[in-house]
């Protein structure tokens, strides 16, 4: 499969994996969590989602669209690790809905980035909150949901916190 194609595969399973939870957040209180803005696609997707909720962004540096760049008080600016550590002042256990998409092409460093990262979001979700993720995370409340139909096993993680 070329590059391409796997692009097109993720983005795919990302947009149907969030569409399939946003019903279900959306009967829930609390901020919405996107955690690596990129070119600020996805951020704009949510906002099409979730058009009444407050979207927290965490992002090393911002690169994005400039129609894709949240206010600067919803940009956590900064090393993921520490920013979300912060983000706790204001928002922990506050967040409905979580979307990661970090990682690298190198698989040894995204099974590292999966140790710190599953608890450090674990701390910002709300009770019965929900994770869509590009990686498998590991934390002990949460229970790891089915994908949407057209969605292959292990192409995005769908959690839900106990």
Known sequence: MSRLDSFIRR???QRDCLNHVAPLVRAMPGPILEVGLGNGRTYDHLRELFPDRAIHVFEREVRAHPD???PDRFLF???ARETTAKACDRLAGAAALIHSDLGTGDHAANTEIGRWLGPALDRLLAPGGYVVANQPLDV???VRLPEPDGVPRDR???YRAG
Do not use: I, K, S, T
Request: contains cysteine.
């Open 11 to 13: 983005m795919q399973a």
């Open 68 to 70: 894709c760049v949240p």
């Open 77 to 79: 600016l900064g090393d």
């Open 140 to 142: 002990a409340r949460w």
């Open 156 to 158: 995005y993680f769908l």
